[in-house]
């Protein structure tokens, strides 16, 4: 069964800070992982992760895949109160036509950015 | 675009009563997930369709649920009887499957609540 572990389940920092969340997964047929972010309402995509070592960036947000020690990382730096949110990691397997199959989400990192 | 749309956006019933969500992809995607999330469990894949047809069904907890697709541009989760562990924010995604990333788009959920 595929499985998907974040830690922390929450953090509060102040905004300014830079914060790290993880992932780890197990999963048969690796294909991809996702980031997404999730505040009061649907999840709204972040990253996608297919290959080992190679940084995506976005602003402030960057994230980092190890597929050798299954696992990843969604780095903050300088956050702001409007980064409060959900931060969900999922995963994906190899479909049998190669398609878009369900994802297995992790529960999430809960963060907190204090004023 | 209008995104995925899904109605209604919250609704409240008794238990034993019959329930039904809706769903409206992106036009043009040819798959279509419909997800499940509570504090507890986190967000489960329930069901998802590739070009109308139900693909993996396995996350559908019980026989009380079921999933239809009979077009491209509508879906429906039926819960039969509900029960108050049915109580939930329900997601409908989709995605178009041989875009790069196969990213999924969420609807903004139907948050049920079953007395």
């Known amino acids: 069964e595929d499985k998907v572990v974040q830690s922390p389940l929450s953090l509060v920092v102040h905004e300014g800070d830079t914060v790290t969340l993880n992932c780890s997964y197990e999963?048969?047929?690796?294909?991809?992982l996702l980031w997404y972010k999730q505040e009061k309402k649907a999840p709204t995509f972040l990253f996608m992760l297919?290959?080992?070592?190679i940084e995506k960036k976005s602003g402030r947000l960057s994230s980092i895949l190890d597929k050798k020690e299954l696992f990843s990382i969604l780095n903050i730096t300088a956050t702001q109160t409007g980064d409060s949110a959900v931060y969900l990691c999922?995963?994906?397997?190899?479909?049998?036509?190669?398609?878009?199959?369900?994802?297995?989400f992790g529960k999430g990192t809960h963060l907190i950015i204090q004023p | 675009d209008a995104g995925v749309i899904q109605s209604p956006r919250h609704e409240v019933t008794e238990m034993g009563q019959e329930v039904t969500l809706r769903c409206k992809p992106i036009?043009?995607?040819?798959?279509l997930f419909w997800y499940r999330q509570t504090m507890m469990r986190g967000l489960e894949l329930l069901i998802y369709?590739?070009?109308?047809?139900?693909?993996?069904d396995s996350g559908m907890p019980e026989d009380r649920f079921s999933a239809k697709m009979p077009n491209a541009s509508f879906s429906t989760l039926k819960i039969q009887p509900s029960e108050p562990r049915d109580s939930a924010v329900y997601f409908c995604?989709?995605?178009?499957?041989?875009?790069?990333?196969?990213?999924?788009?969420f609807g903004p959920g139907t948050r049920l609540t079953v007395l």
């Open positions: 995604a989709s995605s178009f499957g041989t875009a790069s990333g196969n990213e999924q788009f």
């Open positions: 999963v048969t047929n690796f294909r991809s």
């Open positions: 297919t290959s080992s070592g």
């Open positions: 999922a995963v994906r397997p190899e479909g049998s036509g190669g398609g878009a199959d369900g994802l297995t």
């Open positions: 036009s043009g995607h040819d798959y």
């Open positions: 369709f590739n070009n109308n047809v139900p693909i993996d």
